[in-house]
């Protein structure tokens, strides 16, 4: 690869995706040895020219020669292009740009609720994106739609089950939503979002966890029990993650059990009434 001289992005050090992707780059010889460093370790004199707001939302790259700056999408162009020309030049192309442009502004926005971990508030400048409820809200939606299809695929396929619908899975999964948040009206709007946002995550992960007995069984049968079984172990490691994400965001541990709960009554309900 081409190495990107005098050049040194600013990252989010809290963020394992952006750690890896900027670890890519030394490794991949794109950036060089000092081609990266934690945005908590700006220092004073680049303080002077880097836009600390921006760079919180969209990365970073420090022309450390020339004292100049660019961010988001076009940095990560501009080193990618660095070696592969053409790349640079679809992704400049105006239609392609604003595409790049709002999937960066997606995931950068929504990264604190995507990989969520310990931030390090008590830096002088923290990386935290600015809150955005729009991209906030496209997540939500998001993970609503993706949620919905998979407990679709993995309700019709389990037999000893009544016969389901997505109206009636999507009704399960913003339900879920409304019942949690019912438990923490008492806090910010920021924090219900938030919170939300992580929730979904969780919702994403057990889909995750789900998809790869759904693509066996659409070739092979699987039986009842062993997808009720992997079910079961998707809830656990569903329990325990949403567990660590609320001791992050400092939220009532409750909100565990309530979310067991939620989907106890969800479950006896549909035993009952959709026989």
């Not at 961010?71 to 020309?85: A, E």
């Not at 998809?211 to 009720?228: E, T």
């Not at 994400?245 to 989907?263: G, M």
Request: glycine share 4%.
């Amino acid at each position: 690869m081409k190495t990107l001289q005098n050049q040194t992005l600013l990252y989010d050090e809290d963020c394992p995706l952006c750690q890896i992707y900027t670890v890519g780059f030394i490794k991949t010889k794109m950036l060089d040895s000092k081609g990266r460093k934690p945005f908590t370790d700006v220092s004073a004199v680049e303080q002077q020219f880097v836009d600390l707001n921006r760079a919180t939302n969209e990365i970073a790259l420090i022309d450390t020669k020339n004292k100049t700056v660019i961010y988001g999408v076009d940095s990560l162009l501009k080193i990618l292009g660095n070696s592969f020309p053409w790349i640079e030049k679809i992704g400049k192309l105006k239609p392609i740009h604003f595409v790049l442009k709002k999937l960066y502004a997606f995931i950068s926005f929504n990264r604190k609720v995507i990989i969520q971990s310990d931030t390090t508030y008590h830096q002088k400048v923290p990386c935290v994106p600015k809150f955005s409820m729009t991209y906030r809200f496209l997540y939500i939606s998001f993970a609503l739609i993706i949620t919905t299809l998979v407990l679709f695929k993995f309700s019709s396929s389990v037999t000893n089950l009544p016969k389901t619908s997505i109206g009636r899975e999507f009704l399960l999964a913003i339900g879920q939503i409304g019942f949690q948040t019912i438990f923490i009206l008492n806090k910010k709007r920021e924090t219900i979002i938030n919170y939300i946002g992580n929730l979904m995550t969780v919702s994403l992960l057990g889909c995750l966890i789900l998809l790869p007995l759904l693509i066996i069984n659409s070739f092979f049968h699987v039986s009842d029990f062993i997808l009720f079984y992997w079910f079961g172990t998707t809830v656990v490691v569903m329990y325990i993650e949403h567990f660590r994400r609320i001791k992050i965001l400092k939220l009532p541990t409750y909100l565990s059990h309530t979310w067991v709960l939620f989907r106890v009554i969800a479950l006896i309900l549909i035993l009952n009434l959709f026989k």
